[in-house]
């Protein structure tokens, strides 16, 4: 299952919120250029690339909103998707 989740970023110290994993409705895919997120259908592939031309994958960890990072840790689980 997925999570929506309190992240600290391990770069700057802030916090953001952010969801991981696959949802109720399918799987959450992230660009790996600008960090857009994209549900699909569980079991199904992108059809399309990312409008920034980057692909979207599974299991990519959350950038930070504040200083781009991936280098984050979870600090609470706000709800389970």
Known sequence: ????NLLECNCCGRN??????AMLFG??????KCDR????PKGEKPKHKCSCSGEYKQEI?????H???????????IAIL
Request: aromatic fraction near 2%; proline fraction near 6%; glycine fraction near 6%.
């Open 37 to 40: 997120s994209l549900v699909i």
């Open 16 to 21: 953001f919120r952010a969801n991981k994993g």
């Open 67 to 77: 200083c781009n990072s991936r280098n984050n840790k979870v600090r609470e689980v």
């Open 61 to 65: 960890i959350p950038r930070c909103p």
């Open 1 to 4: 299952m997925g999570s929506l």
């Open 27 to 32: 799987e959450e895919h992230r660009c790996e």
